[in-house]
């Protein structure tokens, strides 16, 4: 991912005293450039990178993802087979893809800490599910069905709080550096206000100095011509 607030524009110096040293508009031209054309990145790459995730693996690779890491997630495939639903084995691949494609992507833009949160979210959405399915049916001891639900509960919502935290982590980092970025165009900004007079006499005096040596070198050649 893109790191946000990087810059490459070592164009002005904290030291005001270095303006004056500038004998070229052109110098100052590509600062003016980067503060004017300096926009935020288009979000399209993310959506181009998300359907890659989701659609570059086969139903063998996913099966073996879940296998190793959601194996809940294959009962309702299994369920699906044995009934012969063909629509709802549809779906689970379809949900499965998702799943697999979310954690690819969020490992990539927020470490593997963040994808291992998420697992564990949707892990314990699905064994929540599984036992909310069973003591409705009446399957098993209710005692402990609720117990274990209770478990599974609590373990999403600590799971969720992790991949919060890691968010919100990286979303302050990007703004710190978002903000000094910002202050550091305005000191560039102020500086050029402050010594724009300095910087276009400069300019004029180089734009007139440009046209006298042409004069002279054309003289130079008429001589030397005779």
Same mark, same amino acid.
Request: glycine share 6%; no cysteine; aromatic share 4%.
């Given at each position: =991912? ?8 070592? *164009? ?9 040293? =500038?004998?070229s508009f052109k110098q100052i031209l590509p600062i003016i450039l980067t503060l004017l054309l300096n926009l935020p990145a288009s979000g399209d790459d993310h959506g181009e990178e998300e359907d890659r995730h989701l659609n570059r ?7 073996? *993802? ?8 294959? +009962? ?6 044995? %009934?012969e639903d063909e629509e709802a084995e549809q779906e689970f691949w379809h949900d499965a893809r998702h799943l697999v494609g979310e954690y690819f992507l969020i490992r990539e833009d927020l470490g593997p800490g963040a994808a291992k949160?998420?697992?564990? =979210?949707?892990?314990? /959405?699905?064994?929540? &599910?599984? $036992? ?15 117990? +274990? ?8 919502? +600590? ?14 980092? /990007? ?8 202050? %550091? ?20 005096? %180089?734009? $007139? ?5 042409? $004069?002279?070198? +054309?003289?130079?050649?008429?001589? &030397?011509?005779?």
């Amino acid at each position: =991912m893109r790191g946000p607030g990087s810059s490459s524009r070592p *164009f002005f110096s904290d030291d005001p005293e270095i303006i004056f040293e =500038m004998n070229s508009f052109k110098q100052i031209l590509p600062i003016i450039l980067t503060l004017l054309l300096n926009l935020p990145a288009s979000g399209d790459d993310h959506g181009e990178e998300e359907d890659r995730h989701l659609n570059r693996r086969t139903n063998a690779e996913i099966t073996s *993802f879940l296998e190793k890491h959601v194996p809940e997630a294959l +009962e309702r495939l299994r369920d699906a087979t044995h %009934e012969e639903d063909e629509e709802a084995e549809q779906e689970f691949w379809h949900d499965a893809r998702h799943l697999v494609g979310e954690y690819f992507l969020i490992r990539e833009d927020l470490g593997p800490g963040a994808a291992k949160a998420f697992l564990g =979210m949707r892990r314990g /959405e699905l064994v929540a &599910d599984q $036992l909310t399915e069973a003591l409705h049916e009446g399957d098993g001891n209710r005692e402990e069905l609720e117990k +274990e639900l209770q478990e599974a509960i609590a373990q999403h919502l +600590e799971f969720h709080l992790e991949l919060e935290r890691i968010t919100l982590n990286r979303d302050r980092a /990007e703004l710190e550096e978002r903000v000094q970025e910002m202050e %550091e165009r305005e000191r560039e900004l102020e500086e050029l206000a402050t010594h724009h007079q300095e910087i276009a006499r400069e300019e004029l005096a %180089e734009r $007139l100095g440009e046209g006298e040596e042409d $004069l002279e070198d +054309e003289d130079s050649e008429e001589e &030397d011509s005779e």
